[in-house]
C-alpha cells in the first residue's frame, strides 16, 4: 500500500498525559499537512510542512501542540498536557505540487480519546 | 476568510434516484475546490479538483460542476456504496484546505 499511513490508528490517554502521533506521506510528496476532525464537522487545518520546514500554523495550535518534520519524509504531531477537548480524530495528508495539482492525499486518522 | 457551506446536511435517497448536492464558498483567490469522499471512522477520499468556473468533471455516477460562487455535485443513479459523507472544500491564497461540514447520504436498497 503506496498511500498515507497514520499510527496509532486509535489512542486512549488520560487528562494530563502527553500523546505523539506519526504520519508516513505518499513517498516522494514534498508537503505533509495535519488536520483535526470532531463529530458532524469537517476537518480543521493545524499545520503544513514543505520538505522539513513548517510554513504554516492555525491559531488552532496551541502551545500544547507541536509537530516535526525532520527529515522532509515521517511528521510526528505531539500533544503536552492533554485536554479532553483535544478529543478528535487526527488526520494526516500529503501532496506534490505538479502541473495544477494540489490534490491532498488524507491518512486514516488517529482516534485520540482523552478520559 | 474563507468559507464553506454544504447542504443539504443530510440526503437519503432511494436506490436509482437521482440528486444533487450543493456546496457554496467564499474565498479570496480560489486556487481549487475539491470534493472528498468520507466512510465512518476513515479518512477522507479525494474525488475531483475543480480549478475555475464552467468546469465540469465526471466519475462513474458522480459529476462534479462550479460557478463562481458554488459547486454542485450530482449523483445519477446511486447504489447503496454510495452510501457516504461528501466533503467540499477550497483552497485559496494558502496552502491549507477549508472545508464545509459535509452531507450525509444514505442510499437505501
Known amino acids: 500500500d503506496t498511500g498515507v499511513s497514520q499510527n496509532p490508528r486509535h489512542k486512549i490517554t488520560k487528562r494530563g498525559q502527553n500523546v505523539t502521533f506519526r504520519c508516513d506521506p505518499i513517498?516522494?510528496?514534498?508537503?505533509l499537512y495535519w488536520y483535526r476532525q470532531t463529530l458532524g464537522q469537517g476537518p480543521e487545518f493545524l499545520t503544513y510542512?514543505?520538505?522539513?520546514?513548517?510554513?504554516?500554523k492555525s491559531r488552532l495550535l496551541s502551545d500544547r501542540f507541536s509537530a516535526e518534520r525532520p527529515k522532509g519524509s515521517f511528521s510526528t504531531l505531539e500533544i503536552q498536557r492533554t485536554e479532553q477537548g483535544d478529543s478528535a480524530m487526527y488526520l494526516c495528508?500529503?501532496?506534490?505540487?505538479?502541473?495544477?495539482?494540489?490534490?491532498?492525499?488524507f491518512g486514516p486518522g488517529t482516534r485520540l480519546t482523552v478520559t | 476568510e474563507d468559507q464553506v457551506t454544504q447542504s443539504p446536511e443530510a440526503l437519503r435517497l432511494q436506490e436509482g434516484e437521482s440528486s444533487s448536492l450543493n456546496c457554496s464558498y467564499t474565498v479570496s483567490g480560489l486556487r481549487g475546490l475539491f470534493w472528498y469522499r468520507q466512510d465512518p471512522g476513515k479518512g477522507p477520499e479525494f474525488l475531483f479538483t475543480l480549478y475555475s468556473a464552467g468546469e465540469e468533471k465526471e466519475k462513474e455516477r458522480l459529476k462534479a460542476t462550479l460557478t463562481k460562487k458554488e459547486s454542485f455535485l450530482h449523483i445519477t443513479a446511486p447504489k447503496p456504496e454510495d452510501s457516504a459523507t461528501y466533503l467540499c472544500a477550497v483552497q485559496g491564497g494558502s496552502e491549507k484546505l477549508v472545508f464545509g461540514k459535509g452531507t450525509k447520504l444514505t442510499v437505501n436498497p
Open positions: 510542512f514543505q520538505n522539513e520546514a513548517q510554513l504554516e
Open positions: 513517498s516522494e510528496h514534498n508537503r
Open positions: 495528508a500529503s501532496s506534490f505540487r505538479a502541473l495544477g495539482g494540489y490534490e491532498q492525499y
